[in-house]
């Protein structure tokens, strides 16, 4: 219940291309769902984030769907560049501040 | 506004022995979260700290430990260190307990021979 799926677990695209990274979660209790991005040898930047009372948040070409009948999340990245090849984790949480992360997406955009 | 600062960048230890990573938080922040990052578990949750007391802590045995100070910087300490503890350890800081924004430092990469 405390678990948090991410996929796909690798991803590439072609400069321009959308990418998508799906999340879903089981506890209803998560009423907190951030997206971080990170770089080799860097900690985790946090990019976006969504509450459950909204359906989806943009962030320049950063947008989160949220869709909380399903308990699933995504986020899609507009008019990808080389530079947003990196890791991309979900995450969750409730009324704590632990979140409770996704395994991660690797995602590669070619020039 | 600085970020959130982790002490020291890197550290190679010894099995057996222990060690103390530190945290500094971002400035007016009361909120530190530590989170073991490794290849094969991916981010999980050690404890948070808020106003010196924790608050929450994950499944990690005992030999984890942490504190907080007064001004908010918080510690980890690590004793016994096993080959399994290598890995990259994450300082979060948000102003308080809950579902706020997360800051995450660089980390620590710990490595145990």
């Known amino acids: 219940q405390q678990q948090v799926k991410q996929s796909p677990q690798s991803l590439i695209v072609q400069k321009g291309g959308i990418p998508i990274i799906n999340c879903a979660y089981e506890?209803?209790?998560?009423?907190?769902f951030p997206w971080y991005q990170q770089f080799p040898g860097k900690g985790p930047a946090l990019l976006i984030a969504?509450?459950?009372?909204?359906s989806e948040k943009k962030e320049g070409r950063f947008t989160i769907s949220f869709n909380k009948s399903a308990k699933q999340f995504s986020l899609h990245i507009m008019d990808s560049q080389p530079g947003d090849s990196a890791t991309y984790f979900c995450?969750?949480?409730?009324?704590?501040?632990?979140?409770?992360f996704g395994q991660g997406t690797t995602l590669q955009v070619k020039p | 506004k600085a970020g959130v600062t982790q002490t020291p960048r890197y550290l190679i230890k010894t099995r057996g022995q222990q060690v103390t990573l530190s945290c500094s938080p971002i400035?007016?922040?009361?909120?530190v979260s530590w989170y073991q990052q490794t290849p094969g578990q991916g981010l999980q949750f050690l404890f948070e700290?808020?106003?010196?007391?924790?608050?929450n802590k994950g499944n990690f045995p005992g030999r984890f430990s942490g504190r907080q100070f007064s001004n908010s910087r918080s510690e980890m300490n690590v004793s016994t260190l096993e080959l399994g503890d290598s890995a990259l350890y994450l300082c979060?800081?948000?102003?308080?307990?809950?579902?706020?924004?997360?800051?995450f430092g660089q980390g620590t990469r710990l490595t145990v021979v």
């Open positions: 979060a800081s948000s102003s308080q307990v809950g579902r706020t924004e997360a800051f």
């Open positions: 506890n209803t209790a998560f009423d907190y």
């Open positions: 969504i509450r459950p009372d909204v």
């Open positions: 995450a969750a949480a409730g009324n704590t501040g632990k979140l409770i």
């Open positions: 400035s007016g922040h009361r909120s």
């Open positions: 700290y808020f106003s010196e007391t924790q608050r």
